[in-house]
């Protein structure tokens, strides 16, 4: 990994690191040895929880314990998660074993979500409590401002209750492929409906994320809608 690479991602993250071993070390999957990013991914999660649900509840006044859960939840999953180390191109800089990198980790969800996590706990050993707080409010800041109470619903609940409002059948979901090693396992599942031709696929590193996934295109495809 060289130098301007890591230069370059700082720029991304919108953290100058002062010590650059943190930086490192949180970029570095398990796989790569036994000195790893596990413990900065267990620290920055915690940091991740408490920042993003102190902002619904300020965004939220009038929000409920359990919308604000299920909020905080859709921002914080797996899924979302590696969709913001995709936006920073964090699987580039990525420090992984061999079995990893010929596997193509790199673009896993399960290995990009934990690294975002890794960051957060290494820019707070780095440089403090509110420069992580900052770093994860600026990265989550358009994805705050597209929330509402309102369209709080489980991606299969959205789905399911459209279905029913129409007297449609209920959507058949079905694992059609399972691969990687047993702590990084990555689904494939299909998402059967009625008014779709063919079967829509959802990918994640969990069944349940998977179908999620799957439940979120096929309403966008039955809509038009996100």
Known sequence: MTDLLLERLCQRLGHKFEQSTLLELALTHRSHG???????????????GFTIGAA?????????EGQLSRL???????ETLAKLARELDIGDCLRLGEGEMKSGGFRRASILADAVEALIG????????EAARARVLAWFAPRLQELSLETVKDPKTRLQEWLQARKKPLPEYSVVDVSGAEHAQHFIVECRVSGLAQ????????????????????????????
């Open 34 to 48: 036994s000195r790893n990013n596990e413990r900065l991914e267990f620290l920055g999660d915690s940091i991740l």
């Open 56 to 64: 619904l509840y300020e965004q939220f006044p009038q929000g409920r």
């Open 72 to 78: 905080r939840a859709q921002l914080v999953s797996g």
């Open 122 to 129: 290494a820019i707070y050993l780095d440089a403090g409590l």
């Open 199 to 226: 079967p829509v696929r959802g990918e994640a590193n969990s069944r349940r994320a998977a179908e999620k996934t799957a439940a979120v295109e096929a309403y966008k495809r039955l809509t038009g809608q996100d």
